[in-house]
Antibody, heavy 118, light 110 residues
């Protein structure tokens, strides 16, 4: 069945770079797009970035200068890098299958909590 | 960006109907499709897709859930409410980039 699992460092110091990995199974990254969405504690959801089945990428313009999304299809992994982290980047980070055409999030991973603190 | 507005909370009794609203700052319809989607999130869990394109039930979702509306006004209805439905519900638009979410409506028991 379809599964997505996020992994990452948990704690990152301010101004450093965050690297997150989404490992998927049950589907191919060359057939489906994957997005990252984050949720600060007790708050709502914010779309961050997407990588499509053909390898093209989209970013939230508010964060674009700090982001890079890529994939390794041989490992079934989607990678997200975010630099210049601040405390307001503290959040649960989810990856999700992103429907091409109607742009909704079909299936979500369980998420990984990232805390930005010195 | 398109702003989505939801009421923060809604109190409902079991076996009654719950109607959760979502209002958008711009029309999210295009060529007869409403680019409005709904998710359920329980504490400590990831969101789950309930409704896509305004009124289409996602796979495996009970028929107690339904979506309606068009333009800038949308509604998620749960009828009847069961104990397992206590959660926070989010609307999301995808008419324009970036896709944006409402602030969420927490469904509570009376």
């Amino acid at each position: 069945q379809v599964q997505l699992k996020e992994s990452g460092p948990g704690l990152v110091q301010p101004s450093r770079t965050l690297s997150l990995t989404c490992t998927v199974s049950g589907f191919s990254l060359t057939s489906y797009g994957v997005s990252w969405v984050r949720q600060p504690p007790g708050k709502g959801l914010e779309w961050i970035a997407a990588i499509w089945s053909g390898g093209s990428t989209d970013y939230n313009s508010a964060l674009k200068s700090r982001l890079s999304i890529s994939r390794d299809t041989s490992k079934s992994q989607v990678l997200l890098k975010m630099n210049s982290l601040q405390t307001e980047d503290t959040a649960m980070y989810f990856c999700a299958i992103f429907n091409y055409g109607s742009y909704y999030f079909d299936y979500w991973g369980q998420g990984v909590m990232v805390t930005v603190s010195s | 960006d398109i702003v989505l507005t939801q009421s923060p909370a809604l109190a409902v009794s079991l076996e009654q109907r719950a109607t959760i609203s979502c209002k958008t700052s711009q029309n999210v319809d295009n060529y007869g499709i409403s680019y409005m989607h709904w998710y359920q999130q329980k504490p400590g869990q990831q969101p789950k897709l309930l409704i896509y394109e305004g009124s289409n039930l996602a796979s495996g979702i009970p028929a107690r859930f339904s979506g309606s509306g068009s333009g800038t006004d949308f509604t998620l209805t749960i009828d009847p409410v069961e104990a397992d439905d206590i959660a926070t519900y989010y609307c999301q638009q995808s008419k324009d980039y970036p896709p944006t979410f409402g602030g969420g409506t927490k469904l509570e028991l009376k």
